[in-house]
């Protein structure tokens, strides 16, 4: 690697066992370690990569987002992540809507940027929010929307890249080097070749194609008057998963942004053959996207946080549902052609249901679908759905006997097969349910996996539609198109890759499909003793494996929501949740050097910045709780290597606090005296450059008795406040306005002397600490609360520690109480939420003629919805926006820490900052539901933010 710094590289090179264990998995069931990771900043880096490559007769393996499924970014070569630095734009041409673009250029980052001139790429894959226009290209990715623009390869015009002799080309129509396109005329200028691949290729009815090399294609291009004019190599290039050439730029033709209005039929069923059958009848309609997702998926759903509240428009139990998105620029010609549709299924007595959703509820309904893959996921058991036969595509007039033939074949092998995705363009996601590690299931992988091909070759369908071959189907190659047409695809390779530098091993000489597995026979699943209760999930490591490397956590901070913020702040793959998942599986396991535990400094390193925020509980579809786990693994990486004064402080402040409260002027005296404040900030390890908040007294429970006293004689009803650590000390005002608001509209407040909630021992892994304070709280509140009698909470983390972390952190004979308290736990807003729709509240404050722009703390966003507060500050009589920022990056602690000071500010800098920066104050309130938010943006900005119960 020395060499590469020599020769002038300018990327980052890593040749660490951490970086190595991180990429050794894309989102496939495939595991290589890589014996480096570069991350090329442009096309001369990647021209010097390849040529030292070339001189030691190392595989060069180009990865973007590793979102591949059949291991196309797996491998023992050099990994050259494109990701990071070839993210630029080259050209845009408005007027006639072409783009040049580099690989590492984001999908919907892309159209973001065509947006306002009117243009858009169409294909849209479910990964469409990280996925690359590299890895697009590579795949010859579709999507939903390839009904109507097709696949990647259909809009590509040309690419340019560096071949493994280290010479940069580029191809287009009728631009091509002399010495490749005479090799490929000559080649497919035999008879019995061209005889063969009119025979055995794909059917052409079939538009998601992607079964080895497309030389269909450009044997059609040679046929055609212009001869060599007409042929353009970039769409052989396309769907050759970096096998052929290494991608430094690529052209794109763009469509018109689609119709305005959107609206989805979907069409619940019975059987899933109905819904196939249905899916003929809707194609008539010309859609915009024809998609299935089955009963297995939509049961996936209720577990999931987030698309629990997606299933609004379920009715029944169905076996599947048909969305058929249908476009309009005017409303009411929308809801006629909705109807047309509706009723076109119901006079074929196909159906039982048919709920029409619009705006919003269709970003819903798409959000559902795209999170199939991820839901998968979180099937009970060590058995999942396994990618190996999923991307099957045939004619979709023949998609109903193809699945038909497909389901029986999977009986035959005691399976229950999991069916979602295009229906529309003739390709159902097909997954077997296995268990790797089982040796009845390990054999079922092969068989099932070639009676599929064989299958597939009867319906003269492509083994893969828009996955790629990689390493899961290039095996089946040979036997799908014979010995005549692969020893072509032999050929080709070797015209593009004389060195076979490539990404070797995929698509053409690759090894069988059941080796290198992540999981198999051989690895048994390991048990590691852990604080928290993993049982529910078969323990620590089944949890960690939940990550099926979909890499959601990749999203950019311009697709919204919150996970995961240190990624978006870094775009270093290190810092994303699947990074996380995929350390803690290699090294506490022992996989990754054979010592197995916590002790590693790779995981310290992997998991300083993780902020807990809990984005990963709510938006990784299969509900990854990365909190939860560093909060593990701080406890047992500090059992063996100690605990630091600063985790000393933060952990146990709230057994500090009363110390600290009972002084307060001196307390706060130490606090804002320069001289002590730094030397106490330097022995602590606190960022000088963060405030410290006061200490007020007296404290809320100082306060409660007189509070009490004024209670209503007849209250409608009775309510417990959980007074927590952080509004006691620091913001006794918020808890003595949400006691009053309460008492004025005819409400009781009780309390009880409890513990504080452990949020800060629980973040610093003091878990035995924080488990006393959670079995005295349960004890406690198990024996007075009820139905009538519910328990609530001001800050967001606190309360929602019995939610979220109680259940699984209690000792064992507290853990059915822990999950009946979590029952009747809620929120301040939730709660008030409840009682506003009941009728039962109606006292507030006159409203102020002001905007309310409201930013929600990440644990409320992850565990709960940030859509109480804004309809109670809506009925209330304020305007609300909501800002679209994900975390705000203080995390409790977090951001008082000088290592972790920098990343703060910069996840506070990518949206909530400026958005905060360019409100005219005069106008505009600023509401934040969590005391640390509000913190971070008063240091931030100089803005005090309010809670929403001031303005109440």
């Given at each position: 690697m020395k060499k590469l710094r020599k020769a002038g590289f300018a990327g980052e090179i890593y040749t660490d066992l951490l970086r190595k264990s991180l990429y050794a998995t894309d989102a496939s069931i495939y595991r290589e370690y890589p014996i480096a990771v570069t991350y090329p900043t442009g096309e001369r880096d990647v021209q010097i990569l390849i040529n030292l490559c070339r001189e030691y007769s190392l595989p060069i393996i180009p990865r973007a987002a590793g979102t591949s499924l059949a291991g196309q970014c797996v491998g023992t070569g050099v990994v050259a992540d494109t990701s990071r630095h070839m993210t630029s734009v080259v050209r845009f041409d408005q007027v006639n809507g072409v783009v040049r673009v580099q690989p590492g250029v984001i999908r919907d980052e892309l159209n973001r940027y065509l947006k306002p001139y009117r243009w858009f790429f169409g294909p849209n894959t479910s990964t469409s929010n990280r996925c690359t226009i590299g890895g697009m290209t590579a795949n010859n990715s579709s999507g939903s929307t390839s009904i109507k623009y097709g696949t990647t390869r259909d809009k590509l015009l040309a690419v340019r890249g560096?071949?493994?002799?280290?010479?940069?080309?580029?191809?287009?129509?009728?631009?091509?080097?002399?010495?490749?396109?005479?090799?490929?005329?000559?080649?497919?200028?035999?008879?019995?070749?061209?005889?063969?691949?009119?025979?055995n290729y794909p059917k052409k009815s079939i538009h998601r194609r992607n079964t080895g090399y497309a030389l269909d294609i450009i044997a059609d291009q040679l046929k055609s008057s212009k001869g060599l004019q007409g042929v353009n190599l970039a769409k052989l290039i396309a769907g050759s998963e970096g096998t052929l050439l290494f991608l430094t730029e690529i052209t794109l033709k763009l469509d018109p942004l689609p119709p305005q209005y959107p609206a989805v039929i979907c069409a619940h069923f019975t059987s899933v053959k109905d819904s196939l059958k249905a899916a003929r009848i809707a194609m008539a309609y010309e859609p915009y996207a024809c998609e299935l997702v089955d009963?297995?998926?939509?049961?996936?759903?209720?577990?999931?946080?987030?698309?629990?509240?997606?299933?609004?428009?379920?009715?029944?139990?169905?076996?599947?549902?048909?969305?058929?998105?249908?476009?309009a620029d005017?409303?009411?010609?929308?809801?006629s052609v909705a109807q047309k549709v509706v009723e076109h299924l119901q006079s074929e007595k196909l159906g039982y249901a048919y709920p029409v959703l619009y705006g919003e509820d269709s970003d819903k309904l798409w959000s559902l679908r795209a999170a199939g893959l991820g839901l998968l996921s979180n099937i009970p058991g060590s058995a999942k759905a396994i990618a190996c036969v999923e991307d099957t595509a045939v004619d979709v007039k023949d998609l109903p006997e193809y699945i038909e033939e497909f389901d029986k074949m999977m009986e035959s092998f005691g399976q229950r097969v999991v069916h979602?995705?295009?229906?529309?363009?003739?390709?159902?996601?097909?997954?077997?349910?296995?268990?790797?590690?089982?040796?009845?299931?390990?054999?079922?992988?092969?068989?099932?996996?070639?009676?599929?091909?064989?299958?597939?070759?009867?319906?003269?369908?492509?083994?893969?539609g828009e996955h790629g071959d990689g390493r899961v189907r290039a095996e089946f190659i040979p036997t799908y198109f014979g010995e005549k047409i692969f020893n072509a695809l032999v050929q080709v390779k070797k015209i593009f890759d004389p060195y076979n530098l490539l990404n070797p091993g995929k698509i053409i000489e690759a090894p069988p499909m059941d080796i290198s597995l992540r999981e198999d026979p051989k690895t048994p699943l390991q048990q590691v003793s852990t604080f928290f209760d993993y049982s529910k999930e078969g323990g620590f490591l089944a949890a960690v494996e939940k990550c099926n490397g979909s890499a959601d956590c990749r999203k950019p901070f311009s697709s919204g929501g919150v996970m995961c913020p240190s990624y978006q702040a870094t775009l270093d793959e290190k810092d994303s949740t699947r990074a996380r998942a995929n350390a803690l599986r290699e090294f506490v396991s022992g996989v990754a050097n054979g010592q197995k535990g916590f002790a590693h400094p790779e995981l310290k390193e992997v998991l300083d910045l993780c902020l807990a925020c809990k984005g990963c509980t709510r938006e990784c579809p299969s509900n990854v709780d990365m909190a939860s786990m560093k909060s593990e693994w701080l406890y047992q990486y500090q059992?063996?290597?100690?605990?630091?004064?600063q985790t000393l402080f933060f952990g146990y402040f709230e057994k500090l606090a009363p110390l600290a409260s009972?002084?307060?002027?001196?307390?706060?005296?130490?606090?804002?005296?320069?001289?002590?404040e730094k030397l106490l900030k330097k022995f602590i390890g606190i960022t000088p450059s963060r405030s410290l908040p006061p200490f007020k007294q007296p404290t809320l429970w100082r306060r409660l008795k007189e509070l009490k006293k004024n209670n209503p004689a007849h209250p409608k009803k009775s309510v417990y406040l959980f007074v927590d650590e952080f509004t006691n000390y620091y913001e006794p005002e918020i808890g003595e306005k949400a006691i009053s608001f309460l008492q004025k509209n005819g409400y009781e407040v009780r309390t009880v002397k409890h513990p504080g909630s452990g949020r800060a021992m629980i973040s610093k892994g003091l878990l035995p600490a924080a488990r006393k304070n959670a079995d005295t709280n349960v004890a406690l509140f198990s024996s007075i609360l009820s139905e009538n009698v519910p328990l609530i909470g001001i800050e967001p983390s606190a309360i929602l520690t019995f939610r979220d972390e109680y259940p699984r952190l209690v000792s064992k004979q507290f853990r059915e109480k822990a999950k009946w308290i979590s029952t009747y736990t809620f929120t301040l807003d939730e709660f008030i939420h409840t009682e506003l729709r009941a009728g039962n509240i109606s006292v507030f404050k006159k409203p102020e003629s002001?905007?309310?722009?409201?930013?929600?703390?990440?644990?409320?966003?992850?565990l709960s919805s940030m859509r109480y507060t804004k309809e109670i500050l809506r009925d209330v009589g304020y305007p609300v926006k909501l800002i679209p920022a994900g975390c705000c990056g203080m995390a409790g602690s977090f951001g008082y820490e000088v290592q972790h000071f920098d990343i703060s500010r910069k996840i506070a800098e990518m949206v909530l900052f400026p958005y905060i920066r360019q409100l005219e104050v005069t106008d505009h309130l600023v509401v934040a539901t969590g005391i640390s938010c509000r913190h971070q943006i008063l240091d931030g900005t100089g803005i005090k933010a309010l809670h929403w119960i001031e303005l109440l």
């Open positions: 560096v071949l493994s002799t280290g010479e940069v080309v580029e191809f287009s129509e009728g631009n091509h080097p002399d010495a490749i396109i005479h090799k490929i005329r000559q080649l497919l200028s035999e008879r019995d070749l061209l005889e063969e691949i009119e025979r009963k297995i998926i939509l049961d996936c759903t209720k577990e999931n946080l987030e698309q629990r509240e997606n299933r609004f428009f379920i009715q029944g139990d169905p076996a599947a549902i048909l969305a058929i998105e249908v476009r005017d409303r009411e010609v929308l809801k979602y995705a295009h229906a529309g363009a003739g390709e159902i996601h097909l997954r077997p349910i296995l268990n790797l590690r089982d040796e009845r299931d390990f054999r079922l992988l092969r068989q099932i996996s070639t009676s599929s091909a064989q299958l597939v070759k009867k319906y003269r369908g492509s083994l893969s059992k063996i290597h100690g605990k630091s004064i009972a002084f307060p002027n001196l307390s706060n005296g130490i606090l804002n005296y320069p001289l002590s002001k905007t309310i722009h409201l930013h929600g703390h990440c644990h409320q966003k992850a």
